[in-house]
């Protein structure tokens, strides 16, 4: 009997890799009393090695929290599905395509944004409640409400000064 296969699985999901393409992760613990969701912006915590989820404009973005197959608390108290619970190990795109969920319809190439209100991404304009994420652009063309495709590569901010 031949094999067949389903046409209607998702290419890649929220927080996950949607290639193989080269890529790199980091992982910092979670230090907020607030889940991460997978797929959102992500910032230094307040604490050595911490994190916590984009709140405001002008931070400094480690990456984009990526998704994970298990969770060593799931089920316990404070489990959300889908995020990383307080003192869980995040793991951090600072490189590579990944999935997140779009707010609006998007055009491929655009400079990728998150609004910090609806929690989801946008290519809308930069404003006090849309923050641009600086080395983060759609790869593809997509649909609000739909998982999008983010190729990312964390920029390595560095100032020169003449002497």
């Avoid at 699985?9 to 790199?24: D, K, P, S």
Wanted: aromatic share 6%; hydrophobic share 40%.
């Amino acid at each position: 009997m031949p094999m067949t296969f389903s046409t209607e699985i998702a290419a890649y999901a929220q927080g996950r890799r949607a290639n193989m393409e080269e890529w790199n992760a980091i992982t910092r613990t979670n230090s907020g009393t607030t889940p991460i969701p997978f797929g959102v912006p992500v910032v230094p915590g307040t604490g050595a090695h911490t994190c916590v989820a984009l709140t405001a404009t002008a931070q400094n973005i480690l990456g984009i929290s990526e998704a994970v197959a298990t969770h060593p608390n799931e089920g316990g108290v404070n489990f959300v599905a889908d995020t990383h619970a307080q003192y869980a190990s995040v793991p951090i795109c600072d490189m590579g395509v990944i999935g997140v969920m779009l707010g609006k319809d998007v055009a491929l190439g655009a400079q990728a944004r998150y609004d910090l209100t609806n929690k989801v991404w946008t290519d809308a304009a930069q404003s006090a409640t849309v923050a641009t994420i600086p080395g983060a652009q759609f790869d593809e063309a997509g649909k609000s409400g739909a998982i999008g495709v983010v190729r990312y590569r964390r920029p390595i901010l560095s100032l020169s000064v003449a002497s």
